[in-house]
């Protein structure tokens, strides 16, 4: 996995729960440990308890009552990811995504998911809706700019597995934009400009060997004959 995937992770410090992440679960942006809800608490008991159904009444009463939370689909899959139910916390996604089609998140961690299970198209797919939808999201700034951060760290992923390298490079130049001091972005993008040059250099060589191979280099003509009339 290239250090283009941990090169912006300054901004997910949002994106926590009460119980610890399993290794390599997506995580769903808005979620503080620190600002845990009686509702929420209720939520999580309920579904240790495995009573999902009321785990997520609690849930939605959660979000009724603080708005700067994720929709309660997105915290329900949150939960199963955090206890490896990574099918259940598909379902749930997919869920949210139904009932709040505009929301960035339900994408971003669809996208995560796919990503992390080698589905590099519908990664790719995700990622660009999301981004669509978080330059028009009109909540709170700072979680805006991290659905921005997230989407285009993602496209540069798969942009990068594509080997796609003009490409990279632009989407790490919009990256840089948000935060032009970052070091490792910097860094990065000198990669990715060297996979670039390398490539081009690739390109013309196998270009030169095609034309120094084909029957009609130089002054050749191809032969071409007149047709027969009856």
Known sequence: MSALLLTVAVWSNESTVAAPLATG????????????????????ARFRSREITECLELLKEACE?????????????????NA????LGRGALEEGALQNPDYPDCYLTLADLAWQEGRVAEAGLCYNHALELAKKYDGDEGRKRRFIVRALTGQAKVMEARKQWDEV?????????????????M??????????????????????????DHPCRGDAR???????EP
């Open 222 to 228: 191809p032969v071409v004959r007149a047709e027969r």
């Open 25 to 44: 679960a997506p995580e769903v942006t808005g979620l503080s440990k620190d600002t845990v809800s009686p509702e929420l608490r209720k939520a999580y």
């Open 187 to 212: 860094q990065q993008r000198d990669v990715q400009d060297g996979h670039r040059q390398r490539g081009l250099r690739s390109t013309k060589r196998s270009c030169r060997e095609i034309r120094r």
């Open 65 to 81: 009552n603080d708005p700067d939370l994720p929709p309660a689909h997105l915290i329900l899959a949150q939960l199963y990811f």
């Open 84 to 87: 490896n139910q990574i099918s």
């Open 169 to 185: 490079l632009a989407t790490l130049e919009e990256l840089l934009e948000l935060d032009s001091e970052n070091a490792q972005l």
